[in-house]
């Protein structure tokens, strides 16, 4: 009788472990909101949606918008299946009816993560420029916030009158940790060197950052702002998860796409994704990351074996 109890146990046991072990892989969901964007977003949202699946982690759906200057009213999400929202989108207003069901899946807890010129979208959208914390062009300007950078040691917010957003020359530059403990940058070198790409500058917008990650110098001597900028972040703003990065201008094809092809890039999306959603990185610094002096590519969107 005894071993049959035992053996019983046994077997509940495995069938326990086997759910977890299920549950434990069952992918992230996540869901790309693109389909508009004065960037090349016909390359960019097959390259988040490579990189994020190639990973194992996550599994991705689209949600297209109709084209610009068309009727946005059929443009309808339901966010409720998604753990995960990334932002891939510059465009036309979204209908009030889809403004509102993001807006509750963010206060909700919902994560998020705003990619590159997502930050550029919906400059009156008060909302919005809170879950971006910075944004830049469209008509921004000191009404959208203050400036917000990195110097002596501490992030500074300037209400000087002036545009909001612009960048330099596109070049590789340094991104410098600001902070080493988060679970995003954790274990991550404090400085690596990203692939050619743009360097947002002088952007503004409420400045609610709640854990600046890395900024880059904008060398004025390449057109920048002469400032440390916030480049990758996470946003304080309710009980919400949101990272933010500014990295990553959509090259003209997915073969030609250096500054989303960037291993630096291409691991902090996925960190960035997977804490937004989770609250947690499980993922380990992989032996491909670039270092402070040279860069490195993953031109497949997957890792480098
Ligand atoms: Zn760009």
Known sequence: METIYKRFILIVTAIVMGFLSAWAKEPIK???????NNHNWEVSHLAILQILENSGLFSVNMAISPEKEQDMSSFRIDFSP?????????GDKWSEETNRCFIDYVKNGGGVVIYHA????????????EICALGGWEGRDEHSGPYAYWE???????????????????????????????????GLPKQWLHAKDELYDRMRGPANIDTLLFTGFADETKGGSGR???????????????FHIMLGHAGESLENNPAMQCTGFQVLLLRG??????????????ADFPSSTKVSYRKSYRPNR
């Open 82 to 90: 998604y753990q995960l929202v990334i932002i891939d989108y510059n």
């Open 30 to 36: 996540a869901l790309v909101i693109t389909g508009q």
């Open 228 to 242: 440390e900028e916030p480049l990758i972040f996470t946003v304080d703003y309710g009980k919400a998860r949101i």
């Open 152 to 186: 002596n040691n501490c992030l500074k917010k300037d209400t000087t009158a002036g545009i909001g957003g612009s960048h330099g020359e596109q070049r590789e530059y340094l991104l410098t940790a600001r902070n080493t403990e988060h679970p995003i940058v954790k």
């Open 118 to 129: 997502a930050n550029n979208a919906f400059p009156d959208w008060k909302e919005y420029n």
């Open 273 to 286: 994704a997977e804490w937004a959603a989770t609250g947690k990185v499980t993922q380990e610094v992989p």
